[in-house]
């Protein structure tokens, strides 16, 4: 999966490019209100602009489930690139995508030009990776690029199909940078390896748990999911979130920490709260939560315990919060593991997208970071050992 050919190793001097990019960006009242992701976007597309390709960008957004919604469309995205670029990003509003704009649009290009396609996910045959509104896309280009990372690990017409009837499939800038640090960190970490996983469930992290205890030195738990843990180790864990379910499974992953000779960090105390807001924050002894109680946030005692373990590693993966961040007084355990991670200067630390990557750039932590990954389900696939197949689907080099 990590042997891919990039827009450096074709040839896109006057050729027509199709870009799926990730323009899934957050709407208010027609305005972008995070423009991250359109940010990541832009290298590769000046290197495409520069290097005398005719640009034909196409994105979801949100998700319209196959119907031409106007609150969805990409338009405000064409706007909004034009003034990044400093040139007109055409915008081919066709509800069927590639309709008759698109299609003239396409015709009078010229060599750097650049025009958006609607958004994909107007058409139901998207999502399902179906071969006729492939072979649409694929008709008004000769070339495919993917960088779109955070629809990876989705076969789409436009992430997978597309490219099939297409001469070349190369993946963009982003993913080449998504690929070499989450692909580096967890391939050949520099050690101590060390990976933290918060959030608010157990069942989401099945796989990556089982996944991460093969590779890592320490593996951390903290945020909703601990609890879970901290029943099967025999704890009171009052009214906090638990899967019941997942207890035994909880058990069967200390068990195999133990046996991989891994370090499994969980609460030794918590923040507690009587109900789910942002009340006063209260502080138990140990890792017990009284009667009544909740937990979420870890405790003073986690915190320096995870965030000297963080201070000795040399490769850090983290993906989901500490606590109920959202929560000012309960956003402690996650402030405090990513100023940590942030002070580091000779560690490699990757954010595993999501809410930590938000969480993480809400701090204004983000550019201390090695890697912030832009892929939520995407990086937690790639965690898990999963390959992904909008990655799999580019040429090797
Ligand atoms: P995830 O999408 O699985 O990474 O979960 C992120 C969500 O988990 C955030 O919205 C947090 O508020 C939530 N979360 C973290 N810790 C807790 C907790 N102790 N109890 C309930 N929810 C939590």
Known sequence: MFNKKTIEDIKVQGKRVLVRCDFNVPLKDGVITDENRLNGALPTIKYLIENGAKVILCSHLGKPKGEAKPELSLQPVAKRLSEMLGKEVVFACDDNVVGENAKEAVSKMENGDVILLQNTRYRKEETKNEESFSKELASLAEIFVNDAFGTAHRAHCSTVGAGEFLEERACGYLIQKELK??????????????????????????????????????????????????????????????????????????????????????????????????????????????????????????????????????????????????????????LAVAKAMAELTDATTVIGGGDSAAAVNQLGFGDKMTHVSTGGGASLEFLEGKELPGIVALDNK
Request: hydrophobic residues 40%.
């Open 181 to 334: 640090f989450l692909g580096e960190a967890v391939a050949n970490p520099v050690r101590p390896f060390t990976a933290i996983l918060g959030g608010a469930k157990v069942s989401d992290k099945i796989a990556v748990i089982n996944e991460l205890l093969e590779k890592v030195d320490n593996l951390i738990i903290g945020g909703g999911m601990a609890y879970t843990f901290l029943k099967a180790q025999g704890y009171e864990i009052g009214t906090s979130l638990v899967e019941e379910d997942k207890v035994e499974y909880a058990k069967e992953m200390m068990e195999k920490a133990k046996a991989k000779g891994v370090k499994l960090l969980l609460p030794i105390d918590n923040a507690v709260a009587t109900e789910f807001k942002d009340v006063e924050r209260i502080v138990t002894e140990d890792a017990n939560i009284p009667e009544g109680h909740m937990g979420l946030d870890i405790g003073p005692k986690t915190i320096n315990e995870y965030v000297e373990t963080v201070k000795n590693s040399k490769t850090i993966v983290w993906n989901g919060p500490m606590g109920v961040f959202e929560f000012k007084n309960f956003a402690e355990g996650t």
